[in-house]
């Protein structure tokens, strides 16, 4: 595994301190309800005999009200109308993939990283033979995929949603378990942990004691900001790290615009939508992506935001067709993982994107 000397800066003068605002008197933060399934660390092992354990953190089902309220300070657009969600238990990752898991995925025995094109195509989708390794791997990247930030511990960035999403098809096949990214409403319950207010933290809490983003994320090397090891800032109410800040996570939704709207026309079960989702297509536009990085002012981190992928986030790539698997300087997204108790509607859920297809997707 490729592994980047630790890189230890102190933040970067006059770096803000800033304490979270409440559009309302906001709640205590809740206990995490009892849930019958329990937390359990998961543990990866490569072929040149690595081991790599990544935490998963028990979610209990529930409802809450998905989006921001009118009155919120610095609300998009797309955040309304609030809509009553209902979520099934499901185990989520206690931090965002780092680099020394997806480097399991992508580095080895990754034949396309023998080859000198930057991204030969057509890219073969799958092998025919079986096991992990049958699932496509990420071509070479077109320039240094950390973008000079540290690796070790530190989340993996700069894939794209495709890279993502086969990130996970890998991880079922290792494992035999579910893995796939959180849906968007999944994604945002899990980050609110039974908060109502703009951020998942206390009353009295700071924003930079549970979050990297702008005003404290520089060090001596990156004084405009760099990405920062998982799980050192505090957890949200049900133990989760990062879901503020550090890097943007990718959703398996496309993105759209309205897609509060929609959900709220949808067939309600007891009064709530059941777990809500723009399932992914052949198109390669747009896709959501939640929590703010290490690059966003504060707003930007809020526990509604919402982020749609665009070309502009690979315009750098000067290829032709341009990569299915790596945004070019883009550098302040990557993902988390989550695992669904029982099996639903999206088991085994993967990319359908093809190479050169770069529609938008416009739900009906």
């Known amino acids: 595994m490729l592994r980047r000397t630790s890189l230890v800066g102190g933040l970067a003068a006059g770096a803000l301190v800033l304490t979270a605002a409440f559009a309302d008197t906001p709640k205590p933060v809740p206990a995490k309800p009892k849930t019958a399934h329990q937390n359990y660390t998961e543990t990866l092992a490569g072929s040149d005999g690595s081991k790599v354990p990544f935490d998963m953190v028990a979610v209990p089902g529930g409802e809450f009200l998905m989006g921001s309220p009118e009155t919120e300070p610095n609300r998009g657009k797309d955040e309304g109308p609030q809509v009553k969600v209902r979520i099934k238990p499901l185990w989520v990752g206690k931090c965002e993939v780092t680099w020394d898991e997806f480097d399991l995925y992508f580095r080895l025995n990754n034949d396309a990283l023998k080859d000198e094109a930057a991204d030969p195509a057509p890219a073969k989708e799958e092998k025919k033979e079986e096991g992990p390794d049958a699932v496509s791997k990420p071509t070479k990247p077109y320039v240094d995929e950390t973008y000079t930030h540290e690796r070790e511990k530190h989340p993996a960035i ?10 996970c098809e890998w991880l079922r ?58 799980g050192t800032k505090k957890a949200n109410a049900w133990g989760l790290h990062d879901m503020h800040g550090n890097v943007m996570e990718w959703c398996l939704d496309h993105y759209v615009k309205d897609a509060h709207a929609r959900f709220a026309r949808r067939p309600l079960v007891d009064g709530f939508v059941l777990n809500p989702c723009f399932p992914p297509t052949e198109n390669k536009w747009s896709h959501v992506a939640r929590g703010g990085s290490f690059k966003d002012q504060a707003k930007d981190l809020r526990s509604a935001a919402r982020r749609g992928s665009n070309d502009d986030w690979m315009k750098h790539d000067p290829q032709e067709p341009r ?23 999206l088991k085994d859920v993967t990319s359908k994107l093809i190479k050169g297809n770069n529609e938008i997707f416009e739900p009906k």
């Open 323 to 345: 990569s299915i698997w790596w945004l070019t300087n883009y550098d302040q997204v990557g993902f988390r993982v989550c695992r669904p108790v029982e099996d639903d509607e």
């Open 158 to 167: 700069c894939m794209s949603y495709h890279a993502a999403m086969k990130y």
């Open 173 to 230: 096949k290792m494992t035999g378990k579910q893995y796939r990214l959180l849906t968007e409403a999944e994604w945002e319950y899990a980050c609110r942990a039974g908060t109502t207010t703009p951020y998942a933290i206390p009353k009295d809490g700071k924003l930079d004691e549970y979050a990297w983003f702008k005003d404290n994320s520089p060090d001596d090397m990156h004084p405009r900001g760099t990405t920062h090891e998982v």
